[in-house]
């Protein structure tokens, strides 16, 4: 059998659901696809991560290809993976980036502290149990309000403006 006519056996076999399809996809294109994001990322673990979210993202989308070009696509594909990857890496740089720029104490403001952080904690604890949850989880957990939402099940305009009621009130606690 011709190497293109197993190929488009092997993707028949996965559009049709079949594990032994993917199985034999994974077994023929797992090393070539870990060089590739070994190549871009220069990291084993990431490379293994993104290798990981590949394979997912193929049973999930393997009924859009064609077998004609069934390569372009994997790789077009992976290439989508590590962009992925990499808006979300600097997502989170800069989520940390502003996270430390607040944390920064004010040269103004005199020094308080341990002392802030408890008030923080016993405000926090003030606030009812839904909006605590978001604000926890905003800017403890890092979550975006679009991931918020979608946790929630509601759109993200309600998240946001319970995100910013919930802010409010807090300050309006810690006010001296």
């Known amino acids: 059998m011709t190497d293109h006519a197993e190929l488009e056996r092997?993707?028949?076999?996965?559009?049709?659901?079949?594990?032994?399809g993917f199985e034999a996809l994974v077994d023929r294109y797992a090393s070539s696809l870990y060089r590739y994001f070994f190549r871009l990322t220069g990291d084993a673990a990431t490379s293994e991560d993104l290798l990981g979210?590949?394979?997912?993202?193929?049973?999930?989308?393997?009924?859009?290809c064609r077998g004609d070009n069934f390569e372009a696509w994997l790789f077009k594909t992976a290439s989508n993976v590590f962009h992925d990857h990499l808006r979300t890496v600097a997502?989170?740089?800069?989520?940390?980036r502003a996270e430390a720029e607040q944390l920064k104490p004010n040269p103004a403001a005199p020094d308080r502290g341990p002392e802030l952080a408890d008030e923080l904690q016993v405000c926090l604890e003030r606030l009812d149990t839904d909006t605590r949850d978001l604000i926890v989880m905003r800017y403890y957990g890092q979550l975006s309000f679009k991931e918020l939402?979608?946790?929630?099940?509601?759109?993200i305009g309600t998240t946001l403006a319970k995100v910013h009621r919930g802010l409010k009130k807090l300050r309006e606690l810690m006010e001296p």
């Open 10 to 20: 092997i993707l028949e076999g996965c559009k049709a659901g079949q594990a032994a």
């Open 149 to 155: 939402a979608a946790i929630r099940g509601e759109p």
């Open 53 to 64: 979210e590949l394979f997912v993202k193929l049973v999930r989308k393997i009924g859009s």
């Open 91 to 96: 997502r989170r740089r800069r989520l940390l």
